[in-house]
């Protein structure tokens, strides 16, 4: 190419640049006017609602039905994520708390939900979030709740049984683990591997072929493997590629994940309900008198009313010795007219019942 065509495609591209940012700009000020418009029809005592997901859900799947290319679906979505982050950040900033620290897939999970424009605050716990959540300290909060390999996270939905939260979103990430190591470290001499126990479960096989005899030191978190490397000539640590950045930290091997499909769900928590979108999910926990059949009893009308089952999780109930909940995910939202005269049913043949909350499937 001469440098004559790269001069004018150049040329080409300031202008086009021009024009978005003009675009962009105009696309803040009308979010400005939104902000505006919902302030000046409030009721008395009535507090503004500037996030929306069922409209970013909306806004995210037109761009993505919309898009011609060259640019894939998805790398416009996320594009579009960080424009409306930054829309909304100019009528409300939100705050978001998520199980870290900095660096955890967790924290990936909440900047592809929400963009990057919130302020974001790590917790130490998963029972710290929700706590911050409901003390209302944060908007949000964000928390793994099921990996594709591992199974549930128990920490998660226990705390469910212990709050009340509204879901009102969810993100599935795919998970990519690498094997780092920091500056200091003798590459032949790594004596223990650490990382979340989650995660080194997710690596069992790879670390069974490659590393037999080092020893596995399960931490509080992916980053914290990361963090302690930095300080260690002797080890190495199993976490993902925000950890590795945070940390400074290089890749000895890559994604050295047993599944090559291995992908975690995290939970968008809050007090907020959420208006259906016509592609809704809603998550329930329901209690069943320890009796043969109750389970049946309960997934027949699911079945009876052709509503698709997304997932179902028992766990031990915090009332009584061998008695149990049951976590459910189903398609469609709780005002639908189906979905409501399934959970009537449900609710008279159950002890208790509890709808965790109604929200878009998750788009990106
Ligand atoms: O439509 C709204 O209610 C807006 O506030 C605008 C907007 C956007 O930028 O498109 C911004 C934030 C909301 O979460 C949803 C959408």
Same mark, same amino acid.
């Given at each position: 190419?001469?440098?004559?065509?790269?001069?004018?495609?150049?040329?080409?591209?300031?202008?086009?640049?021009?024009?978005?940012? $003009?675009?962009?700009? #105009?696309? %803040?000020?009308? *979010?400005?006017?939104?902000?505006? +418009?919902?302030?000046?029809?409030?009721? !008395? &005592?009535?507090?503004?609602?500037?996030?929306?997901?069922?409209?970013?859900?909306?806004?995210?799947?037109?761009?993505?039905?919309?898009?011609?290319?060259?640019?894939?679906?998805?790398?416009?979505?996320?594009?579009?994520?960080?424009?409306?982050?930054?829309?909304?950040?100019?009528?409300?900033?939100?705050?978001?708390?998520?199980?870290?620290?900095?660096?955890?897939?967790?924290?990936?999970?909440?900047?592809?939900?929400?963009?990057?424009?919130?302020?974001?605050?790590?917790?130490?716990?998963?029972? $710290?979030?929700?706590? #911050?959540? %409901?003390?209302? *300290?944060?908007?949000?909060?964000? +928390?793994?709740?099921?990996?594709?390999? !591992? &199974?549930?996270?128990?920490?998660?939905?226990?705390?469910?049984?212990?709050?009340?939260?509204?879901?009102?979103?969810?993100?599935?990430?795919?998970?990519?683990?690498?094997?780092?190591?920091?500056?200091?470290?003798?590459?032949?001499?790594?004596?223990?591997?650490?990382?979340?126990?989650?995660?080194?479960?997710?690596?069992?096989?790879?670390?069974?072929?490659?590393?037999?005899?080092?020893?596995?030191?399960?931490?509080?978190?992916?980053?914290?493997?990361?963090?302690?490397?930095?300080?260690?000539?002797?080890?190495?640590?199993?976490?993902?590629?925000? *950890?590795?950045?945070?940390?400074?930290?290089?890749?000895?091997?890559?994604?050295?994940?047993?599944?090559?499909?291995?992908?975690?769900?995290?939970?968008?928590?809050?007090?907020?309900?959420?208006?259906?979108?016509?592609?809704?999910?809603?998550?329930?926990?329901?209690?069943?008198?320890?009796?043969?059949?109750?389970?049946?009893?309960?997934?027949?009308?699911?079945?009876?009313?052709?509503?698709?089952?997304?997932?179902?999780?028992?766990?031990?109930?915090?009332?009584?010795?061998?008695?149990?909940?049951?976590?459910?995910?189903?398609?469609?939202?709780?005002?639908?007219?189906?979905?409501?005269?399934?959970?009537?049913?449900?609710?008279?043949?159950?002890?208790?019942?509890?709808?965790?909350?109604?929200?878009?499937?998750?788009?990106?």
């Amino acid at each position: 190419m001469s440098e004559q065509e790269l001069k004018a495609l150049r040329l080409r591209i300031d202008s086009l640049d021009e024009k978005v940012l $003009e675009l962009i700009s #105009e696309r %803040a000020r009308c *979010a400005q006017e939104v902000a505006r +418009v919902k302030m000046g029809s409030l009721a !008395e &005592g009535e507090v503004p609602v500037f996030y929306r997901p069922e409209r970013e859900a909306q806004v995210l799947k037109r761009v993505m039905e919309r898009n011609k290319g060259p640019l894939g679906n998805e790398e416009m979505a996320r594009l579009f994520r960080e424009i409306m982050s930054s829309c909304l950040a100019l009528e409300q900033p939100l705050k978001v708390a998520y199980l870290g620290p900095e660096g955890t897939f967790t924290q990936a999970a909440a900047m592809k939900h929400f963009g990057h424009a919130v302020i974001s605050k790590p917790m130490a716990a998963i029972d $710290e979030v929700f706590r #911050e959540v %409901a003390a209302g *300290a944060v908007n949000f909060g964000v +928390v793994p709740v099921e990996n594709s390999t !591992e &199974g549930a996270v128990n920490h998660t939905l226990d705390s469910f049984l212990e709050h009340d939260m509204v879901i009102c979103g969810e993100v599935e990430l795919r998970i990519h683990h690498h094997l780092l190591v920091g500056e200091n470290t003798k590459t032949d001499s790594i004596s223990r591997i650490y990382s979340h126990a989650q995660s080194l479960a997710q690596c069992r096989k790879w670390l069974d072929a490659h590393y037999p005899n080092v020893e596995r030191i399960a931490v509080s978190s992916n980053a914290e493997a990361a963090k302690r490397v930095k300080g260690e000539w002797n080890s190495a640590a199993i976490a993902g590629d925000m *950890a590795a950045g945070l940390y400074g930290l290089t890749r000895l091997a890559e994604k050295i994940e047993d599944r090559p499909d291995n992908s975690t769900r995290f939970l968008m928590i809050g007090n907020q309900e959420v208006p259906p979108t016509g592609d809704d999910k809603t998550s329930i926990i329901v209690s069943m008198s320890n009796r043969p059949g109750a389970l049946h009893e309960l997934l027949v009308p699911f079945h009876e009313n052709g509503i698709d089952l997304t997932r179902i999780e028992t766990r031990p109930s915090r009332s009584g010795k061998w008695t149990y909940v049951f976590f459910i995910d189903f398609a469609g939202h709780h005002r639908d007219p189906l979905v409501k005269s399934v959970l009537e049913q449900i609710s008279q043949e159950a002890v208790a019942l509890k709808v965790l909350g109604s929200y878009p499937k998750a788009v990106l």
